[in-house]
Nanobody, 121 residues
Framework: QAQLEESGGGLVQLGGSLRLSCVAS????????MGWFRQAPGKERELVAT???????YYTDSVKGRFTISRDIAKNTVDLQMYSLKPEDTAVYYC???????????????WGQGTQVTVSS
C-alpha cells in the first residue's frame, strides 16, 4: 500500500528556516505529481507547492521566493525548503501525490500524516 511520510517540522522563530522531507514507499514519485499542502487551525487545506511529472514547479503566491520544492527520484523523496518563515506559515504540512496535476486538495489520492510547523514571533 502506498505511503507518504513527512518529517522535519518543528518550532522556529520568525525569519527562520526549516526543511521538510517526504519519503514515499510503494509509490514511485517520478510517476506522480507531488505536492505540499498546509492546513492551519480553522482553515481549509491549501496548496503550497507542487512538482509535476516533468519537473515543473508551482508555488502559491504567499510562499514564492521563500519556499523551494524539490524531488530526489533516486531516493524517492520530495522536500520543501522553507526560508524567511512567518507566523502565518504556521500549520500542519502534508505531502500528497496525484496522477494528475490539481490545485485543489481533493484531487490528490495519497496523503501523509502531516508534520507541524510553528513559527513564533
Amino acid at each position: 500500500q502506498a505511503q507518504l511520510e513527512e518529517s522535519g517540522g518543528g518550532l522556529v522563530q520568525l525569519g527562520g528556516s526549516l526543511r521538510l522531507s517526504c519519503v514515499a514507499s510503494e509509490l514511485t514519485i517520478s510517476l506522480y505529481n507531488m505536492g505540499w499542502f498546509r492546513q492551519a487551525p480553522g482553515k481549509e487545506r491549501e496548496l503550497v507547492a507542487t512538482v509535476a511529472l516533468g519537473g515543473t514547479t508551482y508555488y502559491t503566491d504567499s510562499v514564492k521566493g521563500r519556499f523551494t520544492i524539490s524531488r530526489d527520484i533516486a531516493k524517492n523523496t520530495v522536500d520543501l525548503q522553507m526560508y524567511s518563515l512567518k507566523p502565518e506559515d504556521t500549520a500542519v504540512y502534508y505531502c500528497a501525490a496525484s496522477s494528475r496535476w490539481y490545485r485543489d486538495a481533493s484531487g490528490y489520492s495519497y496523503w501523509g500524516q502531516g508534520t507541524q510547523v510553528t513559527v513564533s514571533s
